[in-house]
C-alpha cells in the first residue's frame, strides 16, 4: 500500500459530544493481525495536510487511523487541551477490540496524545511525540503573538511566514521551484487556526507527563524554529519510560524526514522496550 493508501482508506466521522471529528481508517485492506496506530495532527492540519507522507509508509505494515480533530472554531468556548484529548480518547474506545493502540501525536497533536495517555481509562501499547512540548514557553509566546498581529494587518504576508517556520532552511533550500510552489498553495490553503493557536498560548500539560508509563518515543527537530528541540528533551526527562531520538529537521519532520521518522517508529512499535528507557537513539542515515 504506497500512494493508493488515501483512496483506499474510509474517510468517516464520529460525533464526541458537540464535536464531530473526522477519521481516516485503512482497515479495510489492512491485514487482521497488523497492530492499529493512531495518528493525530498539529495545529490548523489534517491527516492529509500533516501525515501525506508518512500515513502511506506506516499503512504498509499498521492499520492507521488518522483523527482529524475538531477543534469547534464556532463556540465560544475557549479550546482546551482536555476537550481535544476527549475526542482522541473516544476514538481509541471506539476502536478498542481487546487490544491496546500505539498513538503518536505530532506538535499539539502531541500535547494531545500526552493528556490522552495520561488518563487512567485509556490503555496504550505506546507513545510517540514528535515536535511536542509540555508548557508554552516565553518564546512561544512571543511569536503566536506576532503571528495573531500579522494574521490581523497582512493575511496574506501569513502563509510564508509559517512555512518558514516550520521547515528549515536545509530542506527549503533543496527543493526545486515547482516544489515551493506547491509547498506554498498548502500552506494558503491552510484552514483557520485561530483558536488553536489561542491554545497554543496556554498549554500546560506538565503534570499529566508526571502519569504516563506506556513506553513512550520523543522524537525532535535539531532545527525547530517553532518548538526548538529543548521541548522534547524537556518531555523526555519528565517522561519515565521515555527514549529520545532527535533528527535534523525543522518542525515538520513528518514532512522533511518521514522515511527516518518512520523507520524509527516502525522499530519502536516493533519492540517499544527495545531502547531502555532513557535512551539516546542515533538518527538513522535513510
Known sequence: MTAAAWTEAIVSTLAVGDATVTLTDNAAVADASWPTVVIVHGTGGSTHAHFWALYPMLATRYRVVGVDYDPLPESATPLTVAAL?????TVIKTLADGTRVHLLGYSLGAVVAVQTAARADIALASLTLVSGWARTD???RL???AWRRLGAASPEAMPDLLLTSAHSAIYLRQLHDYQLRELQARYRDRRDAR???ELNLRVDVRDETAAITVPTLI?????DAMVGAHHSRELFG???DARYLEIPAGHAIPAER??????????FITD????????????ARI
Not at 85 to 89: I, T
Open 238 to 240: 519528565a517522561i519515565a
Open 85 to 89: 484529548a476527549d475526542q482522541v480518547a
Open 219 to 223: 522524537v525532535g527537530g535539531a532545527l
Open 138 to 140: 516565553v518564546h512561544q
Open 195 to 197: 483558536k488553536e493557536n
Open 272 to 283: 517499544p522496550s527495545g531502547h531502555p528507557a532513557g535512551s539516546r537513539i542515533q538518527p
Open 258 to 267: 518521514p522515511a527516518e521518522l518512520f523507520a524509527a517508529v516502525d522499530d
Open 143 to 145: 511569536r503566536i503573538e
